[in-house]
Protein backbone atom coordinates (compact mmCIF):
# COMPACT_ATOMS: atom_id res chain seq x y z
CA UNK A 1 0.00 0.00 0.00
CA UNK A 2 2.75 2.47 0.64
CA UNK A 3 4.29 2.06 -2.71
CA UNK A 4 0.92 2.21 -4.53
CA UNK A 5 0.63 5.63 -2.46
CA UNK A 6 3.64 7.02 -3.26
CA UNK A 7 3.40 6.06 -7.16
CA UNK A 8 0.99 8.81 -7.72
CA UNK A 9 1.94 11.50 -6.30
CA UNK A 10 5.55 10.97 -4.71
CA UNK A 11 4.08 11.29 -0.93
CA UNK A 12 5.76 8.85 1.30
CA UNK A 13 3.75 7.37 3.93
CA UNK A 14 5.95 5.61 6.26
CA UNK A 15 3.92 2.69 7.85
CA UNK A 16 4.43 2.22 11.98
CA UNK A 17 2.02 1.31 14.73
CA UNK A 18 -0.57 3.78 15.81
CA UNK A 19 0.73 3.84 19.74
CA UNK A 20 4.09 5.72 18.18
CA UNK A 21 2.29 8.53 16.75
CA UNK A 22 -0.17 9.51 19.49
CA UNK A 23 -1.54 8.27 22.61
CA UNK A 24 -4.82 6.06 22.10
CA UNK A 25 -7.04 3.21 23.53
CA UNK A 26 -9.77 1.20 22.60
CA UNK A 27 -10.32 2.98 19.18
CA UNK A 28 -12.45 1.06 16.52
CA UNK A 29 -9.94 -0.52 14.98
CA UNK A 30 -8.69 -2.85 18.10
CA UNK A 31 -12.40 -3.65 18.84
CA UNK A 32 -12.94 -4.71 15.40
CA UNK A 33 -9.78 -7.07 15.25
CA UNK A 34 -10.25 -8.06 18.82
CA UNK A 35 -14.22 -8.79 18.64
CA UNK A 36 -14.69 -9.78 15.14
CA UNK A 37 -11.13 -10.98 14.07
CA UNK A 38 -11.64 -8.12 11.28
CA UNK A 39 -8.06 -6.91 9.53
CA UNK A 40 -8.37 -3.01 10.62
CA UNK A 41 -5.97 -0.25 10.39
CA UNK A 42 -5.84 3.51 9.73
CA UNK A 43 -4.20 5.66 7.24
CA UNK A 44 -3.11 8.84 8.52
CA UNK A 45 -3.84 11.44 5.93
CA UNK A 46 -2.17 14.92 4.66
CA UNK A 47 -1.37 16.71 6.28
CA UNK A 48 2.27 14.96 7.88
CA UNK A 49 2.91 16.95 11.27
CA UNK A 50 0.76 19.58 13.34
CA UNK A 51 2.64 22.59 11.74
CA UNK A 52 1.34 21.48 8.26
CA UNK A 53 -2.29 21.66 9.74
CA UNK A 54 -2.48 18.78 11.89
CA UNK A 55 -5.76 16.83 11.16
CA UNK A 56 -6.95 20.03 9.23
CA UNK A 57 -6.75 19.19 4.79
CA UNK A 58 -5.97 22.12 3.70
CA UNK A 59 -8.36 22.53 0.32
CA UNK A 60 -5.83 22.05 -2.25
CA UNK A 61 -5.24 18.88 -0.25
CA UNK A 62 -8.22 16.95 -0.31
CA UNK A 63 -8.75 15.68 -4.22
CA UNK A 64 -4.48 14.47 -4.57
CA UNK A 65 -5.05 13.12 -1.02
CA UNK A 66 -7.80 10.65 -2.53
CA UNK A 67 -6.10 9.89 -5.88
CA UNK A 68 -3.40 8.59 -3.74
CA UNK A 69 -4.94 6.35 -1.46
CA UNK A 70 -7.92 5.05 -3.86
CA UNK A 71 -5.30 2.69 -5.49
CA UNK A 72 -4.09 1.48 -2.12
CA UNK A 73 -7.46 1.14 -0.73
CA UNK A 74 -8.53 -0.90 -3.93
CA UNK A 75 -5.62 -3.04 -3.29
CA UNK A 76 -6.25 -3.80 0.53
CA UNK A 77 -10.11 -4.97 -0.46
CA UNK A 78 -8.67 -7.15 -3.59
CA UNK A 79 -6.45 -9.02 -1.08
CA UNK A 80 -8.80 -8.95 1.84
CA UNK A 81 -11.45 -10.56 -1.07
CA UNK A 82 -8.75 -13.10 -2.30
CA UNK A 83 -7.79 -14.55 1.11
CA UNK A 84 -11.88 -15.09 2.18
CA UNK A 85 -12.27 -16.72 -1.33
CA UNK A 86 -9.34 -19.58 -0.56
Same mark, same amino acid.
Not at 14 to 25: D, E, H
Not at 48 to 56: A, D, K, N, P, V
Given at each position: ?7 ? /? ?14 ? $? ?15 ? %? ?8 ? &? ?7 ? /???? %?? &? &???? $? ?8 ? $???? $?
Amino acid at each position: MQTLIQGV /HGKIYVPQQSSALYPT $AGDTTDWTYGTYGIPSF %TVELRPRTFQ &EGGFILPPD /HILP %TW &E &ENRP $AAFRFVEQLL $AVSV $A
